[in-house]
């Protein structure tokens, strides 16, 4: 109580005597190692043992200096002299060292300029993931401990993160709903933008409840400006029996209705004229003429809408009903595709045969990262992903032209993505070699591949992870990196000691 006044004191006393409610704001000072206390009705948050001011996790958290042990394609720099990098080691750690960066030299380049960040975390599931008969990570963070040790890592993330940048956190239903209110917490529940669901698979038998086939996608922005780009989904065969329901009597293909008039009389010109015989004046519309159809079907923009009509009905564009005004014809073959919705169901999870493959634990489909790194980001954004596994979001990043930031802390995943990394190709969700001909191709992979060298950072070095590490125990080895001022004569300041 050595943080109440006397007076405070005194009735702190009076309330216990007369068991009555002690004030909320004055949690703080009585718990100064709670969360941060705030007035009642006006927020809402999780509260756990253990759980750290976001005051403390910046301040407290200790940065460790990044050793360079190898760099790729070193004649081959971006024109800014940016280099991707891989960072082996606590996330934590290096995330705390990348921000003091930014904070400071920006030696990595990466200030302002993260627009993405993507992270598929461990899903508290207790288990150990293999890949090969070798431990590929341990995924045994349960409970609170796991919480928090997601929320320092997301407090962490969003001081990096660009002010008009946006995160994706991938979970699945075991724990997504605590970690929804934990990034309501670091984000604001204003900058909540989507739960998107994906499903992962398809029905099966869970004994005693529904079956569980889907994962959830967190989506959240920095602030009220960010990157969504239209990104569009696959018409599914579903959604074309649906849709479009009319199938032409000749080339039978099928295709929707849609509008050839809008509401309204017009005053002069063409629009408001009949076409033959046909006034939609007399029923308080006009022609329209979709500007998309005109453009694609080559038809000269400088006919009168009566001629565009024409021409639309000798290129087979026009549906007539047996009653009413003509329509136009969308066929479905023409669809670019429908505009993101939250429920996902397009993609599937990578079965044993999938090109794509690589055996690893947990592994996600190089189309789920190509979706997410299309709608919010931009060719030569940095995209970031601090629980990066197999791989997948630098790989699709590096397809993609974008620029990345990837780390991890088991000395598997790093071989894996090294690995996988060399042997990329251009084609989204295979390993195999693009043969499509250069004109198809998303881009030219070798001349793309000069723009995006890897830059391999390590920042740790244990025995496959067998050295448990502690904030203690890095903070110690800290404080004898700057007592001996070991940096300067060449010693490993960031690694762990081998046990």
Not at 175 to 201: C, M, P, T
Not at 438 to 447: F, K, P, Q
Request: charged share 30%.
């Amino acid at each position: 109580m050595t943080q109440l006044n006397e007076q405070e004191r005194n009735e702190l006393i009076r309330l216990l005597q007369n068991d009555e409610q002690i004030p909320a704001q004055w949690r703080g000072k009585l718990f100064p190692g709670s969360a941060q206390s705030v007035e009642i009705g006006k927020e809402y948050r999780l509260e756990y043992a253990g759980k750290m001011k976001r005051e403390q996790v910046l301040a407290e958290t200790p940065a460790a200096p990044w050793q360079l042990v190898r760099r790729f394609a070193e004649e081959r720099p971006h024109g800014d002299g940016w280099r991707n990098l891989l960072v082996w080691g606590d996330n934590l750690l290096a995330l705390r060292e990348l921000l003091a960066d930014q904070q400071g030299a920006n030696r990595y380049g990466t200030k302002g300029k993260i627009k993405l960040i993507y992270i598929d975390p461990p899903f508290a599931t207790k288990s150990d993931f293999m890949k090969d008969k070798e431990k590929a990570y341990r995924d045994k963070v349960i409970g609170a401990q796991f919480i928090e040790f997601l929320r320092r890592r997301l407090i962490l993330l969003r001081e990096i993160l660009a002010d008009d940048g946006s995160i994706y956190v991938h979970l699945d239903t075991k724990k997504g709903h605590y970690i929804k209110s934990a990034l309501d917490e670091v984000f604001g529940e204003e900058n909540f933008r989507n739960e998107i669901i994906w499903k992962r698979q398809s029905a099966h038998n869970d004994s005693g409840k529904c079956g569980a086939i889907h994962d959830s996608l967190f989506f959240y922005s920095k602030g009220d400006s960010w990157i969504w780009n239209d990104v569009r989904m696959p018409v599914s065969d579903e959604y074309v029996k649906q849709f479009f329901d009319q199938v032409d009597s000749k080339s039978g293909r099928r295709y929707a209705r849609g509008d050839l008039t809008a509401a309204g009389i017009t005053r002069g010109g063409d629009s408001g004229k009949p076409w033959r015989s046909i006034d939609v004046s007399s029923k308080g519309r006009h022609w329209a003429m979709p500007e998309e159809i005109i453009s694609r079907l080559n038809i000269n923009p400088n006919l009168s809408i009566q001629e565009k009509l024409d021409a639309l009905d000798l290129a087979g564009a026009i549906h007539w009903p047996a009653k009413g005004v003509p329509r136009l014809k969308r066929y479905a073959d023409e669809v670019s595709g429908v505009s993101l919705q939250d429920v996902w169901t397009d993609i599937k999870l990578i079965h044993n045969q999938s090109d794509e493959r690589l055996s690893y634990p947990t592994q996600k489909p190089e189309q789920l990262l190509e979706r997410v790194i299309k709608a919010s980001s931009n060719e030569g954004d940095i995209v970031l992903d601090c629980f990066v596994g197999s791989g997948t979001t630098p790989a699709t990043a590096e397809k993609l032209g974008r620029r990345w930031v990837s780390m991890d802390c088991g000395k598997l995943g790093i071989c894996t993505v090294q690995k996988r990394m060399f042997s990329l190709t251009s084609t989204i969700g295979t390993r195999k070699k693009d043969e499509r001909p250069t004109h198809e191709r998303v881009a030219d992979w070798d001349n793309h591949l000069k723009k995006n060298p890897g830059l391999l950072l390590i920042t740790e070095k244990a025995k496959k992870g067998e050295c448990e590490v502690t904030l203690d125990l890095l903070a110690d080895l800290a404080a004898l990196i700057a007592k001996h001022n070991l940096l300067k004569k060449g010693f490993p300041g960031s690694s762990l000691f081998q046990v």
